[in-house]
């Protein structure tokens, strides 16, 4: 079956068929290897994405499902590999990354909630990542550095992509 | 194996006309936070797939209509869980909503996925037994219109038929002095199954006695379970220390938990118990407060 979507602001086409997971077309046939699979069930949020503005799993997801869809990968956030976004630099300067499995995932889950929620506290962030499971960090510095660009953004305004 | 045939339906009345016979069986498909998952662990292989996700315009409202509180069928957990009206209106079904999985599983799983379902464990089942909601199935030809605690007559096994789709599901608003729970016992707070949930809607009369008492369960049986047993022998009477002591057979007659791997017959049992007497005793000290 012939699918278009909108992925990272581009207009992409594939033919699978339509039962696919939105997570094996993005990384078999769109070569977007960011997304990962971690669990294959919806427990993990390794393969996070946003459909149409909305932080989903993409193993849960068939790719008929999202004809005509918008989605975000992790590789849509940074507008180069040079130049990280805010959240990006944060999770590696607070050491937020370690394997970097659960590292697209949360990303698009903090980029997401952020929009949605721009000045959380510490236990709001720790909702809103539950759905995305790190085996290395411990969570910690993920939430610290969430909420250091949240308090940056706020006392930055304008910063914020 | 065969592709699997898969049509995406752009209206209600396309979904309808796409599941009435001659076709063969189709597997609706909505929010897919459980058909993906079937068919990933191996043992399900639908033939054809009828999408209905694109009838959100037409089946994921909220509204209020004669003193009743509708909810599409293809609203997603977030929705309920943020909706202002279901938020004062019926808050019982917006905490439930919001207990559910972790924020992408809420993003997508919908009302109408829980009930399609009618897994023991749904949260939203005990809620639409304890508020005796009743679930809209439509087909080409009809509309049925089925009480939730007629709907689901076995272990997944429910009264809808094949060609039917759930359309939305009426809340009768609870009476303003109810006193309503919701309870959730899982492994962890986020992404988990739940081991025992109970929804409870209850209120005293003036005079304290209990004037009515629904009380929904799941996970304690091969279905979601109305407590009756409990509700037949509390109605009319006054909540002393005894008569909730009392009612602990008949909690045991109301359920029949199995062990399985999330939980045990014994533990389900008495954290049944613990539950319904802890709303008991909530709906005293409230009723004692005012
Ligand atoms: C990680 C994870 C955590 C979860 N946690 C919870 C939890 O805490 N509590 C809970 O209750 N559930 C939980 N679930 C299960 C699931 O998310 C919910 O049951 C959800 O409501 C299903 O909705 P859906 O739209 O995704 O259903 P789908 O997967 O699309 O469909 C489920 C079933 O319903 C049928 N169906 C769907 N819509 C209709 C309709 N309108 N008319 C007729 N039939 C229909 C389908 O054919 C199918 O049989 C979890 C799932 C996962 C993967
Ligand atoms: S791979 Fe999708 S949630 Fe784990
Ligand atoms: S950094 Fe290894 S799983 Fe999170």
Known sequence: MNIWMIVNGERREVDVPPMKRLLDTLREDLNLTGTKEGCGEGECGACLVLVNGQAVNSCLVATGQVQGAEIWTVEGLASSPEELTDLQSAFLTYGAVQCGFCTPGMLMTAHAYLRHNPDPTRDQIREAISGNLCRCTGYQKIVDAIEAVAKRRQTEPGEAP | ?290
């Open chain 2, 1 to 290: 194996m065969k592709p699997v045939v898969f049509q995406r339906a752009s209206t209600l009345e396309e979904a309808l006309f796409l599941l009435a016979p001659p076709q063969p069986e189709a597997t609706v498909l909505a929010g897919g936070t459980d058909v993906m998952v079937w068919i990933r662990s191996g043992g399900f292989h639908p033939a054809r797939v009828v999408d209905i996700s694109p009838l959100r315009a037409e089946c994921a409202r909220i509204v209020e209509r004669e003193g009743q509180i509708a909810v599409g069928a293809l609203c997603t957990h977030a929705e309920m869980a943020s909706s202002p009206l279901l938020r004062e209106k019926l808050p019982l079904l917006a905490e439930a909503a919001a207990s559910v999985g972790a924020p992408p599983i809420r993003n997508r799983g919908t009302l109408g996925g829980n009930i399609g379902g009618s897994s023991p464990a749904g949260d939203m089942l005990p809620v639409l037994l304890a508020c005796d909601a009743t679930v809209v199935l439509q087909s080409a030809g009809e509309t049925r219109r089925i009480p939730y605690s007629r709907y689901c007559i076995g272990y997944r096994k429910t009264v809808r038929r094949s060609e039917e789709l759930i359309t939305e599901v009426v809340f009768p608003l609870p009476a303003p002095t109810a006193l309503a729970r919701w309870y959730k016992v899982g492994g962890r707070r986020a992404q988990a199954c739940s081991k025992v949930n109970l929804a409870a809607v209850g209120a005293l009369d003036r005079q304290g006695q209990v004037a009515f008492l629904r009380l929904g369960i799941g996970s304690c049986a091969a279905t979601p379970v109305l407590m009756e047993n409990v509700a037949g022998q509390l109605v009319g009477c006054y909540l002393s220390k005894e008569a909730i002591d009392g009612v602990i057979p008949a909690i045991s007659r109301d359920i029949s938990p199995i062990d399985d791997p999330r939980s045990t017959a014994r533990y389900r049992s008495l954290v049944a118990q613990n539950l319904v007497i802890r709303f008991l005793e909530e709906l005293v000290a409230t009723a004692t407060a005012t």
